[in-house]
Structure formats: C-alpha cells, structure tokens
C-alpha cells in the first residue's frame, strides 16, 4: 500500500529564509504528488502536482517541489519565506480515481 | 457556490448519538470525497462517489458509519451510536471530473465532531 512519510512535525524558519520540507513516499509505480497547504480555519488548497515530465514543478505561492525518483522523495522548497506562509502542509501521494494518501503534516512557522 | 460547503462547523455530541454531517459540492462536481482528520494527522480516505454512485466506501472505520449522495451533488456522512475515536474533522472534497488522478481536489472547511 501507498505510505508518504513527512519526518518533521515541525519547522520554524525566519521571515526571508530559505524553506525545504521534506516528503518521502512509498508506491510501487510512477507516484502522482501532490502537496498541499492548510491554514487554520481554512479548506486544504493545492500548491502544486507532478505526474511526469520535468521533475522541477512550479505551484502557487512561489513554491516548487523536486521528485526524485531514486530517493522516493518529492521536497517542497520556496526561496524566501512570508509571514503569511505560516500553516500546515501536507504531502500526499495519488492512487486510482483522485483516492489520495495524505503524509501527517508538517507545521510551518515563521519567525520575523 | 464558489466554493465546497460544509455543515455544520462545529458538533457536540454525547457518546452514543447519531450525527450527520453534510457536504455541498461545487456545482457540477462529478466526484465527491470524504476524509477524515484526527488531531495532528493527515487526512484519510472514507469514501468516494461519482455522481450518486458510491465507488469506493474501503475507508469508512465501521459499519456505524455511512455516505450518501442520491441526487449526486449533496451528499451526507452519517455516523451512528459515536464513540469517543469518532472525535475528527470530516473533510469534503469534490473534483470537476470521474477520476484520473488529477488532484486537483476542492476542499471544504470541515466539520470538527467532538464526542464526548
């Protein structure tokens, strides 16, 4: 079965630093991801997808994610982190008919 | 609507009574998705359906719990005689077309249950 594995719960970064949050997956033919982001008291909202092609893919907000095939791993990056990117993001990985398995999150805070 | 409706926000409920819960997809929404989020947890799958058609009800805990969508846009998540483990979010999702893994999920706000 389908797993994704967020190891950090939590991260703090600095307003203007740099962000990498991490995503490993566990699916045993070519993986669709996802990554999403929730903010307290709002709906879950996509950032970005891959399903093939160019690895690098470019979402909402400034984010981008990297699917590395040999590392199972498809990493959230932003060049420099906003106040107002504080909030919980979730990883997930797609099996048939949009069914999505969700990693537990990891929680975003930022420091000014 | 402009966006996936959920309600109520908020339920109390006293261990061994019925809720329901209820989920108003965008407009013209195939597919409709129920996950449930415990505390400090991702989402996990519940159900699934395309239109009326239930398609995939693997992720509902128990036979206390059931979905339903008969006109195929409203949909309900009714959880009977709750238990304490029943205490979630109850996320509605719907996406535009049948399947294809696209992702592209719309998501509701949630339904917080707290059983007590």
């Known amino acids: 079965a389908q797993s994704v594995t967020q190891p950090d719960i939590h991260i703090t970064v600095s307003e203007g630093a740099s962000l990498e949050l991490r995503c490993n997956y566990s699916?045993?033919?070519?993986?669709?991801l996802f990554w999403y982001v929730q903010s307290p008291g709002q709906g879950l909202q996509l950032l970005l997808k891959y399903f093939s092609g160019d690895t690098l893919v470019q979402g909402i907000k400034g984010f981008e994610a990297e699917f590395k095939r040999s590392q199972s791993s498809f990493n959230l990056r932003k060049p420099s982190v906003h106040w107002s990117d504080a909030a919980e993001y979730f990883c997930a990985v797609g099996e048939g008919g949009n069914k999505l398995v969700f990693g537990a999150g990891t929680i975003l805070r930022v420091k000014s | 609507g402009a966006g996936v409706s959920q309600s109520p926000r908020y339920k109390v409920a006293k261990r061994g009574q019925d809720v329901a819960l209820r989920c108003d997809p965008i407009?013209?929404?195939?597919?409709l998705f129920w996950y449930q989020q415990a505390l400090g947890q991702g989402p996990e799958f519940l159900t699934y359906?395309?239109?009326?058609?239930?398609?995939?009800k693997s992720g509902l805990p128990s036979d206390r719990f059931f979905a339903e969508r008969p006109e195929g846009s409203v949909s309900t998540l009714k959880i009977q005689r709750t238990q304490q483990e029943d205490s979630a979010v109850y996320l509605c999702?719907?996406?535009?077309?049948?399947?294809?893994?696209?992702?592209?999920?719309?998501f509701g706000e949630g339904s917080r249950l707290t059983v007590l």
């Open positions: 407009s013209g929404h195939v597919s």
């Open positions: 999702a719907s996406t535009l077309i049948g399947g294809g893994n696209t992702g592209e999920l719309f």
């Open positions: 699916y045993g033919a070519t993986p669709y």
């Open positions: 359906f395309q239109n009326e058609a239930q398609l995939d």
